[in-house]
């Protein structure tokens, strides 16, 4: 069984920056995919950034702005936030998916706000 450990997320003002990451444990397989996804009241789950090994996946309201890294070695990947907005207010959740499971961390909030 893989376990997510996230860390990162809190308060920024508009502009700000925050890093995201999340280290997948235990029995994982290391051809996954990773990335982060976030929600908001009332809206459903969208995806930010994934990685794997055919490359990332960014979507667009955050190119530009937000970038996907992974450390392969300890099977952790992070998200460096920048020019962070209101509307990027949300919880983050983290994802790792393989042949077998498809895993998601418990989320972690991020407020943009003045």
């Known amino acids: 069984q893989v376990q997510l450990v996230e860390s990162g997320g809190g308060l920024v003002q508009p502009g700000g920056s925050l890093r995201l990451s999340c280290a997948a444990t235990g029995n994982y397989i290391s051809v996954n995919t990773m990335g982060w996804y976030r929600q908001t009241p009332g809206k459903d789950r969208e995806l930010v950034a994934s990685?794997?090994?055919?490359?990332?996946n960014i979507a667009d309201s955050v190119k530009g702005r937000f970038t996907i890294s992974r450390n392969k070695l300890q099977n952790t990947v992070y998200l460096q936030m920048s020019s962070l907005q209101p509307e990027d207010t949300a919880v983050y959740y983290c994802?790792?998916?393989?042949?077998?499971?498809?895993?998601w961390g418990q989320g972690t909030q991020v407020t943009v706000s003045s």
């Open positions: 994802n790792y998916r393989d042949r077998i499971q498809n895993l």
């Open positions: 990685h794997n090994r055919a490359g990332t």
